[in-house]
């Protein structure tokens, strides 16, 4: 059974940061290219970034400069390291796992920019 189960979330103040962690089971963790996506409420889905099983990074033109992914594969955990923070960023995070064909989301988690 693949879980992917997503924390860190939270309420920030805008110019603030915050470290989104994703733990994944059941899946060879690292082979799969991990990401985050993101959905605003009445907006679609759009990705934050992506990484590789090799360590390649894709950031959306959005959050460059203020988003960083990594993963651990020693504990199958993906992360998402968020700073400068505005209220744009405000959204449901959600964390994505794929490989081969194989697509696998997490629940999500609330971040929400607001003073």
């Known amino acids: 059974q693949v879980q992917l189960v997503e924390s860190g979330g939270g309420l920030v103040q805008p110019g603030g940061s915050l470290r989104l962690s994703c733990a994944a089971s059941g899946i060879i963790f690292n082979i799969y290219t991990m990401g985050w996506y993101r959905q605003a409420p009445g907006k679609q889905r759009e990705l934050v970034a992506t990484i590789t099983s090799g360590g390649f990074i894709n950031n959306a033109d959005s959050v460059k400069g203020r988003c960083t992914i990594s993963r651990d594969n020693a504990k199958n955990t993906v992360y998402l390291q968020m700073s400068s923070l505005k209220p744009d960023d405000t959204a449901v995070y959600y964390c994505?796992?794929?490989?081969?064909?194989?697509?696998?989301w997490g629940q999500g988690t609330q971040v929400t920019v607001s003073s």
């Open positions: 994505n796992g794929k490989y081969s064909g194989r697509n696998y």
